[in-house]
């Protein structure tokens, strides 16, 4: 059997990520890694996991909910929490605007699967997280640049805009204030709805919290079932990403639709898993949030640090007030896949090229690093190599040492 004759039109579309491929090259010992943006593994609160587990299944009702089938909007404790945490974060909603899904990244397909028919035309800011990209192609969309700058409108005719306010992947950047509030009265003027990522927003070490746009949005119409935005969270960065549990927020309309194409995809996310994320978000979530604060920011500055220290003359990267990644743009000409493959080859040193953060017309010139796995000392010889590779590149025989 020919198979390739018999694939759906969208899968001529549809390619693996370059993280996802470069992830199995994790456990080579020797790999300096600052690609990809997986939580640190001293981070995952391994006991507390193993108590919830036993509490669960060491009470017969509890362990039945636990190994049944979860209802498709999730599990009602969970959702009422969550409901909880997004009121005291300043959008007032209770449950019913609430569905959980397998980590936030089920929330962006099926926020695209909601919205998207082919030919649709889709806004991302550039760059934008590439795992949210590649949910979207399967739908068959066409991209556009959603500006974000105080002032800027949506592109006409879009079906959504897709953002990252905070420590965004894979820039590293945070919306102002001032520029969500812009980007809500654009969108609301336009009639663009927004998908906001909120998948980082814990993770702020320096600085004041902003409000998310979902918030705003939700201030300013007075009421969460008359908003125009979406609002994806996670445990994935404050807990494990193994738990694969996330949540979409909106109306309470909108979210009932979200059911069905929950329905209709994987029935539920595990009752098991949503109810270990609930015992740890009631009992040790703010501990692991400082905890990972605490760990990101000290990395951050020590990859900061490295950046500053070695890396040649035309070289910008971006300083990000929390999450994971800091974007860096190299000297007009250099590519930054071609970087990221002699790192890789000849420095054993993994970043991610940034062309593939770009729906088109990629901007190559730009590397994603991230300061989540490495230890100071690793990031700072990792940073140390890739300066030589970026300096070679650019035509200079040594890394500047300043
Ligand atoms: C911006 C962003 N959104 C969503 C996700 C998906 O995370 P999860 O599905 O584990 O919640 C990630 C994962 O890295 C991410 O970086």
Known sequence: MDWSSHYAARMGRMKGSEIRERMKLIAAADLIQLGGGLPDVSMFPVAAIAAACARILGDADLAGTALRYAPSEGYEPLRGWIA?????????????????TNGSQQGLDFAARLLLSPGDLVAV???????????????????????????????????FGYIGSDFQNPSGRTLSRAERLSLIAACDDAGVPLLEDGCYVDLRFEGDPIPSVFALAVQAAGDVEAVGVLHTGSFSKTLAPSLRCGWIAGPSAVIRKLVLIKQAADLATSAFTQMIALDLAEGCLDEQVARGRALYLRRRDAMLAALRDFMPPGVRWTRPEGGLYIWVELPDGVDGAAVAETALREQSVSVISGAAFFPQDPQRNTLRLSYSLASEDAAREGVRRLAGVIALAAGATSPVQR
């Open 125 to 159: 800011e550039t760059p934008s997280f590439i795992g949210a990209l590649r949910a979207f192609d399967a739908y068959e969309p066409r991209y556009a640049a959603l500006p974000t700058a105080v002032g800027s409108r949506p592109p006409a005719g879009a079906r």
């Open 84 to 100: 909880g945490a997004l009121t005291r974060s300043g959008a007032p909603c209770t449950a019913d605007n609430i569905l959980i």
